[in-house]
């Protein structure tokens, strides 16, 4: 997100956990536009395999 929407940053928290990510809070404009998104990128396998990429790459550790 620090990238692409970073008028995003503090507005809402989230919950990652094994095969489930859960956004909230109370304002409801960011978490719509943070749908929206998500929606874009987990549409597009080519977006996905670069966003992946590029944060190991800046040495993000995911377990999956």
């Known amino acids: 997100m620090s990238t692409e929407a970073q008028a995003l ?9 094994a095969g489930m990510f859960c956004a909230y809070g109370t304002d409801r404009s960011a978490l719509e536009d943070l749908a929206a998104r998500m929606s874009v990128v987990a ?3 080519e ?9 190991n790459a800046s040495g993000f550790e995911s377990d999956d």
């Open 9 to 17: 940053e503090g507005r809402f928290a989230y919950d990652p956990e």
């Open 43 to 45: 549409t597009d396998g």
């Open 47 to 55: 977006r996905l395999r670069r966003l992946v990429s590029g944060a």
